[in-house]
Structures are given as structure tokens and as C-alpha cells.
């Protein structure tokens, strides 16, 4: 029986919970809010859909002691991104939701894997971390995987090539500061730069356009639509399939670099092998000089942000 707690059951939360429905993710679903009500009644619509779903998923509305069985703790409860707000200024009003959230999710008896959706994903992913006490494998962000498949859509339009085709990550914040390190990415086999080089039709200045558009691409659907939510839905499900069925999948979690790049303790978007037990391993790229002071620096933004909060990271 694999089972998924889901607290917080906003857009995003219910947009992760209706993809797991349709995708058949899991055989329990939990829904825990502060607004219980409300949870009670997402709880009822999704059962009203199961007769036409390939699933008898049990879905209903719960608290923290059903933790303590569970496969997955996903925590997309916060407060939405305002209109011209960047990711890291929310950090301060959803630290205090999550110190409400994660202690007795761990008092419970939970011993599986944080999943956290929450913007600024990278921090509160290692708030988590502090807050829960447990091993660094076993707390992860959905970090970059969001924007990736946003590169990998883009990438094979411009190519015109199926998206899974393209190898490709975003890598660092899932923020401002984030970028794609284009010496890792190819078309099937072939390096990205080698087909710039082959074929004049294809430029880098554009490529340079489409890294802009992964960038902000959040920040134009908030402008057009208030919120964004279906994207990331997908991803928090993409993340939690792989750790369920022990995928050994690579994904672009945030997860915590232990010694990595040359970096210790900070969370950022990076390419890791996840499966049952969370973010397994990490498969280090090799980036060129620019790319690692990008990437550096993505992640020294993230470490000073989190130092200015008012405690000390458990070791």
C-alpha cells in the first residue's frame, strides 16, 4: 500500500492531487489544511470522480497522526506569490506555516520522505531539513524539475525535435538566479553547441532567449493568471512516482550538497538519482568555469538568505 499525505490544499496542492488521481499514483490519498472544512470538501470532489478513474485510490481529508504511515509527506501549504514578488521574498511568511507543519508531521511517527513544494522551494526544503532532523536523503524540493521540463519543451520546439529527446537541465535556484549549463545539453547523443556549430539555421542568442523564457516563465503566468499550478502540480507527481515505484530516475531535486561542487549544506536544483529512499545519489556534472560561478553564486544567494534567518542549522 503506498500511501501520500498532501498538507496544504490550495492550487497547487490540489493540482498535485488531481494529477495523482488521474495518474493512479498511489492507494491512499491524505488532505490536511488549517481550513479542514476545505480539505473535507477537495477530499469529496475527487471522490465524486474516482467512478470514472482507473483507480480506487482512498482519498480523504486527515491530520498529522496519519503521517505516521506514510510513504510521502508532500508540503505545498503557504502563501501565493504575489504579482512582481520574487520566490525569496515569500521565505519569511511561509517559515512560520512550515514550523506549524513539520514538527508534528515528525511527532507523528513519519519516517519517509519530505517532499516540499513551497516557494522559495530551495530554502524551505532545507528549513525542513532543520526542522525535522532527519537524513539529508530523505528531505527533498521539487527544485528545478518544473523548469527543466520547461527548457526540454522549448528546446524541442526550436529544434523541432520531441522534448524527450532532449537532454537537458536547469540547474541552482529555482528562482532568479537559476541557469541552464548549455555544455551539458544534447539533442539524442549529440552536444547542443555541436549542432550550433554544424547548423548556421540555429543560434545561440536564441538559445540565450529560451533560457530567459525558462526563467521567467513563472513570473508571466502570475502576470496572466494570479498563480501557477498545474506545472508544478505534474512535477510534485513526477517526484513522487519515482520515489513510490524506486524509479532510480533522474531528476533536478533540490537536495542538500554535501561536499558537492565544492559547496556543503546549501539545497539547490541539481541532477539526482531518486528512488525509495529520496534523493539516492547526486550525478555531478562537469561544468566549464562560467557555468560553476554561475552556479556557485546561484547557491551562495541561497546560503546567505537562509544565514539571515534567526537559527542555526542542525549538522
Same mark, same amino acid.
Given at each position: 500500500? $503506498?500511501?501520500?499525505?498532501?498538507?496544504?490544499?490550495?492550487?497547487?496542492?490540489? %493540482?498535485?492531487?488531481?494529477?495523482?488521481?488521474? *495518474?493512479?499514483?498511489?492507494?491512499?490519498?491524505?488532505?490536511?489544511?488549517?481550513?479542514?472544512?476545505?480539505?473535507?470538501?477537495?477530499?469529496?470532489?475527487?471522490?465524486?470522480?474516482?467512478?470514472?478513474?482507473?483507480?480506487?485510490?482512498?482519498?480523504?481529508?486527515?491530520? !498529522?497522526?496519519? =503521517?505516521?504511515?506514510?510513504?510521502i509527506v508532500?508540503?505545498?501549504?503557504?502563501?501565493?506569490?504575489?504579482?512582481?514578488?520574487?520566490?525569496? *521574498?515569500?521565505? *519569511?511568511?511561509?517559515?512560520?506555516?512550515?514550523?506549524?507543519?513539520?514538527?508534528?508531521?515528525?511527532e507523528s511517527g513519519f519516517d519517509g520522505i519530505f517532499l516540499v513544494a513551497t516557494n522559495p522551494v530551495d530554502i524551505m526544503t532545507r528549513i525542513t531539513r532543520k526542522l525535522s532532523g532527519f537524513q539529508n536523503s530523505k528531505v527533498i524540493g521539487t527544485g528545478t524539475t518544473l523548469d527543466s521540463a520547461r527548457l526540454r519543451f522549448l528546446l524541442g520546439d526550436y529544434f523541432r525535435i520531441d522534448p524527450r529527446n532532449i537532454h537537458g537541465y536547469v540547474i541552482g535556484e529555482h528562482g532568479d538566479s537559476e541557469f541552464v549549463p548549455w555544455s551539458q545539453v544534447t539533442i539524442g547523443p549529440k552536444p547542443v553547441l555541436d549542432e550550433l556549430m554544424d547548423n548556421p539555421? !540555429?543560434?545561440? %542568442?536564441?538559445?540565450?532567449?529560451?533560457?530567459?523564457?525558462?526563467?521567467?516563465?513563472a513570473y508571466k503566468i502570475?502576470?496572466?493568471?494570479?498563480?501557477?499550478?498545474?506545472?508544478?502540480?505534474?512535477?510534485? =507527481?513526477?517526484?513522487?512516482?519515482?520515489?513510490? *515505484?524506486?524509479?532510480?530516475s533522474i531528476l533536478t531535486v533540490s537536495s542538500r550538497l554535501d561536499g558537492a561542487y565544492g559547496l556543503d549544506k546549501v539545497y539547490a536544483g541539481t541532477p539526482?538519482?531518486?528512488? $525509495?529512499?529520496?534523493?539516492?545519489?547526486?550525478?555531478?556534472?562537469?561544468?566549464?568555469?562560467?557555468?560553476?560561478?554561475?552556479? $556557485?553564486? %546561484?547557491?551562495?544567494?541561497?546560503?546567505?538568505t537562509f544565514k539571515s534567518l534567526s537559527f542555526e542549522e542542525k549538522q
Open positions: 500500500m $503506498k500511501k501520500i499525505v498532501l498538507v496544504g490544499t490550495g492550487m497547487v496542492g490540489m %493540482s498535485f492531487a488531481y494529477a495523482a488521481l488521474n *495518474q493512479n499514483l498511489c492507494d491512499e490519498l491524505v488532505l490536511c489544511d488549517i481550513n479542514t472544512k476545505r480539505a473535507e470538501g477537495e477530499a469529496q470532489d475527487l471522490n465524486h470522480g474516482l467512478a470514472f478513474s482507473k483507480t480506487s485510490m482512498h482519498i480523504y481529508a486527515g491530520d !498529522y497522526s496519519d =503521517c505516521k504511515d506514510a510513504d508532500v508540503i505545498s501549504a503557504g502563501v501565493n506569490q504575489k504579482p512582481g514578488e520574487t520566490r525569496l *521574498q515569500l521565505l *519569511q511568511r511561509n517559515l512560520e506555516i512550515f514550523k506549524t507543519i513539520v514538527e508534528p508531521v515528525v539555421e !540555429y543560434k545561440m %542568442s536564441d538559445l540565450t532567449q529560451i533560457e530567459e523564457e525558462v526563467r521567467h516563465a502570475i502576470e496572466a493568471k494570479g498563480a501557477t499550478y498545474y506545472g508544478i502540480g505534474m512535477a510534485i =507527481c513526477r517526484v513522487a512516482r519515482a520515489i513510490l *515505484q524506486d524509479e532510480n539526482c538519482i531518486v528512488n $525509495k529512499h529520496g534523493a539516492d545519489r547526486r550525478i555531478e556534472l562537469t561544468l566549464i568555469n562560467n557555468e560553476l560561478k554561475k552556479f $556557485k553564486e %546561484s547557491c551562495e544567494l541561497l546560503d546567505e
